[in-house]
């Protein structure tokens, strides 16, 4: 199993621009989790999804957007990239149930993005 | 709301001594989890250890152990035996329902 894969590992967008950060997980898992890291923050839920079809925002969804069409996918979309999201995105998926320690979390390897 | 609070931002060890990381939490639920998880230089997050909040025993994995306080809201972080390869920034996390929630974070270097 790869487990949770994120790509690209790195990118530089230029204010304004748009990109999607990919998230696959081949675990079958129900829940995923976009998380933004900022040097001395910690991680910050961006949105989540409890299954195909659902998704819900997180404590700083402002400026991102995300689907789940599938089971295996989370793709994260900043439409108008600004120098505030410059910051390392983590995706993580678990088996899902409540509360969260039945099964944590994984984690995918994180992307380190630059806005500029 | 839950918060998770790390006071302590940089700690420092010697190779081979005991080092115990601090975190609080506040959580409306009773039924939660709280975790430890290790995030070295290479950036990949990795679980240390969790504890049940209805287990009173606490947990331990080799190295790692925890000291969790339920009615204190504490949930530290003891690593006996320190390693080089034990360097890296430490997260505590509760997660109750879906979510998980973080700390900020210590970073953690073991000195030669």
């Known amino acids: 199993n790869a487990g949770v894969t994120q790509t690209p590992k790195f990118r530089i967008l230029k204010i304004g621009q748009s990109m999607t950060l990919q998230c696959t997980q081949d675990?079958?898992?129900?829940?995923m989790y976009w998380y933004r890291q900022d040097p001395g923050m910690g991680l910050k839920l961006i949105y989540y999804?409890?299954?195909?079809?659902?998704?819900d925002k997180g404590e700083v969804p402002n400026g991102y957007n995300v689907s789940r069409s599938t089971t295996e996918d989370f793709p994260l979309r900043l439409e108008l990239a600004a120098p505030s999201q410059t910051s390392v995105y983590f995706c993580?998926?678990?088996?899902?149930?409540?509360?969260?320690?039945?099964?944590?979390?994984?984690f995918g390897n994180g992307t380190r993005l630059t806005v500029t | 709301a839950q918060t998770v609070t790390q006071s302590q931002p940089e700690m420092s060890v010697q190779e081979a001594e005991t080092v115990t990381l601090s975190c609080t939490y506040d959580?409306?639920?009773?039924?939660?989890?709280l975790f430890w998880y290790k995030q070295p230089p290479s950036r990949q997050m990795i679980l240390v250890i969790r504890?049940?909040?209805?287990?009173?025993q606490n947990a331990t994995e080799n190295r790692f152990s925890v000291n969790f306080q339920k009615a204190a809201k504490s949930f530290s972080l003891k690593i006996s035996d320190s390693q080089l390869g034990d360097t890296a920034m430490y997260f505590c996390?509760?997660?109750?329902?879906?979510?998980?929630?973080f700390g900020k974070g210590i970073t953690l270097s073991v000195r030669p």
């Open positions: 504890q049940e909040a209805y287990k009173q």
């Open positions: 993580a998926s678990s088996y899902g149930a409540k509360p969260l320690g039945h099964s944590p979390l994984h």
């Open positions: 675990m079958n898992h129900n829940y």
């Open positions: 996390a509760e997660g109750a329902n879906s979510k998980l929630t």
């Open positions: 959580t409306s639920e009773n039924n939660y989890y």
């Open positions: 999804s409890v299954g195909a079809g659902i998704t």
